[in-house]
């Protein structure tokens, strides 16, 4: 089992950066593949990005590609979110989770992972 727990959340005006980072406890880090969520209120919860267990591999939302950029450090046992030029349409929650059983690759479906955390508030003003 891992435990998870998303930081820096926060309100930003359009066009800032902000960077998420989420930290895992409980088994074997690199065991798991990484990858990003969100949840507008009203809406169902989307995919934003992955990254495969060593991080050689990385997917991206069409919404967010080339503005957004995941990454891993699996000696430190954290994904980040680095995410530039924000638009008032990234207003979401923010969720990590960790897909176990993706050997190579990434999932962009939800219910590929197997632990999530508990969220973070990312709000971006116009």
């Known amino acids: 089992q891992v435990q998870l727990v998303e930081s820096g959340g926060g309100l930003v005006q359009a066009g800032d950066s902000l960077r998420l980072a989420c930290a895992a406890s409980g088994r074997t880090f690199s065991f798991y593949a990484m990858g990003w969520f969100r949840q507008a209120p009203g809406k169902e919860r989307e995919f934003v990005a992955a990254?495969?267990?060593?991080?050689?591999?990385?997917n991206y939302a069409v919404s967010v590609k080339g503005r957004f950029t995941i990454s891993r450090d699996n000696a430190k046992n954290t994904v980040s979110l680095q995410m530039n030029s924000l638009k008032p349409e990234d207003t979401a929650v923010y969720y990590c989770?960790?897909?176990?059983?993706?050997?190579?690759?990434?999932?962009?479906?939800?219910?590929?992972?197997?632990?999530w955390g508990q969220g973070t508030q990312v709000t971006v003003s116009s």
């Open positions: 989770a960790a897909d176990g059983s993706t050997d190579r690759g990434t999932q962009v479906q939800s219910v590929a992972y197997n632990y």
């Open positions: 990254i495969s267990r060593s991080g050689g591999l990385r």
